[in-house]
């Protein structure tokens, strides 16, 4: 099949690349980019783990064609800290231990940013419902549910 | 996934070109909206066809509130229209329907069209293991019938698909009287949401009175006091990230005390989003005294025939009914 020639913008750097109609995003960014941060987990939209940010939305990138990205801007979680400096999200994450396996972690990460951006100062409740579509099979959840709310908390204190 | 091609035409006119010779459900071209639907069924081979037309950019996305009621442009997403202000406080039923749907990722990905047309989440017709699926190869039989059915319809089903139809969205907009405006390459015209899905009856995979080739363009919702003393209640497996088992979606006119119009729909136990007009009838002028709602709700399972693991639906939906009139007439 005839490959299509994409356009756009990922973690602030202009990239170009071809895909097949039926590559998604995250088959483009994990094995033509070479961005493996996103993972598979279902590759039907139920786990979270391939969560990346398109035109500012929170998505499942196994859900969107390759295609469709086309001359929109892409966020994966390879952008999120800043040169050595860890976002405060990866920071909490690691000081809480709220990674085991760490496969689902990138898309907590990508999900739960999102999250403050709209919510600054979400309630328990808030964050476990906006964190529905992210699945741990390893932490039980409550660890990941007390970092973001401290890394909130810290935010409002700043 | 099966190679396809995919074109992303620039305007509608060409869209509808392109699809339209190509015949109905699941046709050698199909369209793609949010891709939130279509690209799990894409993965899965349930779906092959061997070109997608995009209608990114295409359609209409704004959501318009007048006098008349509600205009929502199918391309608008889940998110958008849940959290549309003016929504939430004139159809609070439909913004409730939406964020009891899915997850943040797909709210935001996803399009009122395709949550219209979203294909029904019975396992056997998502699983090509299974040969026996007339939605998916028409013929071919129902796995489902004598097979694993806790999930499956007890309204409306034929002897060859008991299929549910999956989308919360649609039971809410039942409710309020919704219609849809499709246009295809001859035209536009509007209908009732409530008439545009069809039941299975001998062809299950024809499941929508769309002719091929023809979009839906957008969502109309008249206006009425009713649509905000709403409620949406969808019982469900966990409490969140869930499709319904039971749900039940109502708006209520009150009179005082009593109900003075009833609008009700049903999901999950329905091949189509289910309205019941026998309840409502029964509803009118009544009080909310858990009797007298219990007797009308009783009037749901009429013709309501289960499988056998789905039995238990026939009795949770009249609770639910009960339940969600309840919630909605202590609303002010
Ligand atoms: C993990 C997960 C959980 C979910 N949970 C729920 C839930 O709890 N409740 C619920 O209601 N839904 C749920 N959904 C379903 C979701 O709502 C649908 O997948 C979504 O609404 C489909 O919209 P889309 O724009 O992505 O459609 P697509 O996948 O792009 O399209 C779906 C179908 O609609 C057709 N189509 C799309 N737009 C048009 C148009 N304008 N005119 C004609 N044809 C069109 C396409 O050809 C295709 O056949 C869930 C989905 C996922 C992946
Ligand atoms: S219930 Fe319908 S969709 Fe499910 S297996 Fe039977 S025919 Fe297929
Ligand atoms: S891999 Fe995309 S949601 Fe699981
Ligand atoms: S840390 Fe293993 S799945 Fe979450």
Redesign the pocket.
């Known amino acids: 099949m005839a490959k299509h020639h994409v356009t756009t913008t990922i973690n602030g750097d202009p990239v170009e690349f071809l895909c097949e109609p039926e590559q998604t995003l995250l088959d483009v960014l994990r094995d033509e980019l070479g961005l493996t941060g996103s993972k598979e987990g279902c590759a039907?939209?139920?786990c979270g783990a391939c969560s990346v940010m398109v035109d500012d939305r929170l998505v499942?990138s196994c859900?969107v064609l390759g295609v469709e990205v086309d001359e929109s801007t892409v966020e994966t979680i390879e952008g999120m800290a800043d040169g050595d400096k860890l976002h405060p999200l990866q920071q909490k994450f690691l000081e809480e231990a709220a990674l085991q396996c760490g496969i689902c972690t990138p898309g907590f990460l990508i999900a739960a940013r999102a999250l403050l951006v709209k919510n600054p100062d979400p309630t328990e409740t808030e964050v476990r419902y906006w964190l529905a579509?992210n699945l741990c099979r390893c932490t039980g959840y409550d660890k990941i549910i007390r970092s973001v709310l401290d890394v909130a908390s810290e935010m409002k204190r700043a | 996934m099966h190679p396809f091609t995919l074109d992303r035409p620039r305007d509608l006119a060409a869209a509808l070109a392109l699809r339209a010779q190509a015949g109905r459900?699941d046709a050698p071209a199909?369209?793609?909206?949010?891709?939130?639907?279509?690209?799990?069924?894409l993965q899965e081979y349930v779906?092959q066809p061997e070109r997608?037309?995009s209608?990114a950019g295409l359609?209409d996305n704004r959501i318009e509130i007048g006098p008349q009621g509600l205009r929502l442009g199918?391309?608008a997403?889940?998110a958008e229209v849940a959290a549309d202000p003016a929504v939430v406080e004139q159809f609070p039923l439909i913004s409730e329907?939406?964020l009891?749907?899915?997850?943040p990722?797909?709210?935001n990905?996803?399009?009122?069209?395709?949550?219209?047309?979203?294909?029904t989440?019975c396992p056997y017709f998502r699983d090509v293991g299974y040969a026996a699926c007339n939605k998916r190869a028409p013929g071919s039989g129902c796995a489902a019938i004598g097979g694993e059915n806790r999930w499956h319809a007890v309204l409306g089903t034929s002897d060859d698909c008991i299929a549910t139809n999956?989308?919360?969205?649609?039971v809410a907009l039942v409710a309020l009287d919704a219609a849809v405006e499709?246009r295809g390459a001859g035209g536009s015209r509007s209908l009732p949401l409530v008439d545009f899905h069809r039941l299975p009856a001998a062809t299950p995979h024809i499941e929508t009175v769309?002719e091929p080739g023809?979009?839906?363009?957008a969502i109309t919702v008249p206006a009425s006091s009713a649509a905000r003393r709403s409620h949406y209640l969808?019982v469900?497996d966990r409490a969140s990230?869930?499709?319904?088992v039971v749900s039940a979606a109502v708006a209520l006119e009150m009179d005082g005390a009593r109900i003075r119009q009833a609008r009700i729909a049903l999901?999950g136990v329905g091949t189509k989003p289910w309205r019941v007009p026998r309840v409502e009838a029964a509803l009118a002028g009544a009080s909310l005294e858990p009797q007298s709602l219990r007797q009308a709700a009783a009037l749901a399972a009429e013709n309501a025939h289960g499988r056998g693991h789905n039995d238990f639906k026939i009795e949770l939906m009249q609770r639910a009914i009960v339940r969600a009139v309840e919630i909605a007439g202590a609303r002010a």
């Open positions: 039907s939209g139920d499942c859900l579509g | 459900n199909e369209y793609i909206a949010g891709g939130t639907d279509m690209v799990q069924l779906r997608l037309v209608l359609l199918v391309a997403t889940m329907a939406l009891n749907s899915a997850s990722q797909v709210r990905q996803a399009t009122m069209g395709g949550n219209l047309l979203q294909r989440r999956p989308s919360d969205l649609a499709i769309l023809e979009v839906i363009a969808k469900r990230f869930e499709f319904a999901g």
